[in-house]
């Protein structure tokens, strides 16, 4: 993946994570915030593996899918 690319996932990862911000309903906050982190997790990966960005973002995938789940 060429380095523009990876920006933009970079980019969108922003976008989502501050749109979590402003809805209400707790289950889209939860969906998008959890898009949000999947896209900086392929950021990370393909930015050359920066582990400071992957680990928490993935951590927080699995949490925002819990909760999805449980309920």
């Not at 990876?6 to 749109?19: D, H, T």
């Not at 050359?48 to 999805?68: D, K, S």
Request: aromatic share 16%; net charge positive; charged share 10%.
């Amino acid at each position: 993946m060429s380095p523009e690319t990876a920006s933009y996932f970079g980019y969108a990862a922003s976008v989502f994570i501050v749109l979590s911000f402003v809805l209400k309903d707790l289950q889209k906050i939860r969906l998008v915030n959890m898009i949000g982190c999947i896209c900086f997790v392929v950021y990370g990966i393909f930015s050359g593996w920066l582990w400071p960005i992957i680990i928490p973002n993935a951590l927080l995938c699995v949490i925002q899918g819990y909760h999805l789940l449980k309920k």
